[in-house]
């Protein structure tokens, strides 16, 4: 994660100072506006990566004389299937099609948005797939 951290620092220097060239060169606002909002988050990326190196233990990838091997084993629970996504996208894309159908139809598709929604987040607190 060093590394990387280290990436995006050096990515963000690189967009300040186009961010600034721009700015000055073209005196076009919305461009100059997007570089800098890029330079900010580049920063919170490389500053939470740098700051998760530092209280993890150093990873493969942070090592020279790394073997692929090194990077084997598990990396983390991953959900196996869900239906709730497909739920939470439904209902999002029916809360962004009444902009432009009537907002009478965010009133029906608010409670699926909200269904996947608190589904996803609370599927592994209940029944037998329980976790904590």
Do not use: C
Not at 5 to 10: D, I, N, T
Not at 17 to 36: D, H, Q, R
Not at 43 to 72: C, H, K, P
Not at 114 to 130: H, K, P, S
């Amino acid at each position: 994660m060093k590394i990387q951290g280290r990436m995006f620092l050096w990515l963000s220097l690189f967009l300040l100072a186009m961010a600034i060239v721009y700015g000055l060169w073209s005196k076009e606002p919305v461009g100059t506006t997007a570089l800098f909002l890029s330079f900010g988050l580049s920063v919170m990326i490389g500053y939470y990566l740098a700051f998760t190196a530092r209280r993890v233990d150093t990873g493969a990838q942070d090592r020279e004389n790394a073997e692929v091997s090194d990077d084997a084993g598990e990396l983390g629970f991953f959900s196996p299937h869900s239906w709730q996504p497909l739920a939470l996208a439904l209902g999002g894309a029916f809360i962004f099609l009444s902009v432009a159908v009537g907002w009478w139809l965010a009133f029906f598709s608010a409670p699926l948005l909200l269904i996947g929604l608190f589904g996803w987040v609370f599927e592994y607190y209940r029944g037998a797939d329980q976790r904590y």
